[in-house]
């Protein structure tokens, strides 16, 4: 079983959305609005600059990198585990499943993060995006996850955007969407959801269902 990472297992969105405002300073942009600060949960970094912040080109890597520098200088600690995520994982687990991350954000930051919310042993493997760009989109982390355990993650992902359901889809795999994450108010459902669950502790009925 795959999961994604923010807005599904951790609330991030403070350490997200401070490094966006520091990197769109750095270019000398105007305080993003919420609506643009929340569009940006979720989707690759370069992605998210580009779409909400209408940036192009060198623009876009140089608030790629200053993002990154104010993220990994510890804002990247700043989130909270969404309650009832740690008890459907142990419970997931004691009934034998075998679960994975599959995250849009860099591999690195995700293993750090994980183990820095005492979630990461509750996985047996994770995977994200490159920090040069070439791995980065919801169907590359998912096929990712898919040939590490070809023969023991139950094909469904846990995702709270509409990405992950896209990215899902290529491969064949309903997604549960996190109602408890960011997203806005359908559009998990719009994009495709399997079923969209309010919190951690409704998934395993709605995998029963599935």
């Given at each position: 079983m795959l999961?994604?990472?923010d807005g599904t297992l951790?609330?991030?969105t403070p350490g997200i959305w401070a490094s966006i405002q520091v990197a769109a300073a750095r270019l000398g942009l105007p305080e993003p609005t919420p609506g643009q600060l929340r569009s940006m949960v979720g989707p690759p970094l370069a992605e998210g600059f580009a779409e909400a912040l209408g940036l192009t080109g060198a623009?876009?890597?140089?608030?790629?990198?200053?993002y990154r520098a104010h993220y990994t200088a510890g804002a990247m600690f700043d989130v909270t585990v969404y309650p009832g995520v740690p008890e459907l994982l142990a419970d997931l687990r004691a009934g034998g499943a075998v679960l994975?991350?599959?995250t849009s954000k860099p591999e690195p930051f995700a293993v750090r993060i994980l183990e820095h919310v005492g979630l990461?042993?509750?996985f047996d493997s994770v995977h994200g995006a490159t920090l040069d760009g070439a791995v980065r989109h919801k169907e590359q982390?998912?096929?990712a996850a898919l040939a590490a355990h070809p023969d023991g993650v139950a094909p469904v992902l846990v995702g709270d955007r509409l990405h992950d359901?896209?990215?899902a889809r290529v491969h064949g795999v309903p997604c549960l969407g996190a109602g408890w994450g960011p997203a806005p108010t359908g559009e998990l459902a719009a994009a495709g959801a399997a079923a969209v669950v309010a919190t951690p502790a409704?998934?395993?009925a709605a995998l029963a269902a599935l």
């Open positions: 999961f994604d990472l951790v609330d991030s623009d876009v890597e140089r608030a790629v990198l200053a994975a991350v599959a990461l042993a509750a982390v998912v096929a359901v896209l990215g409704g998934v395993r």
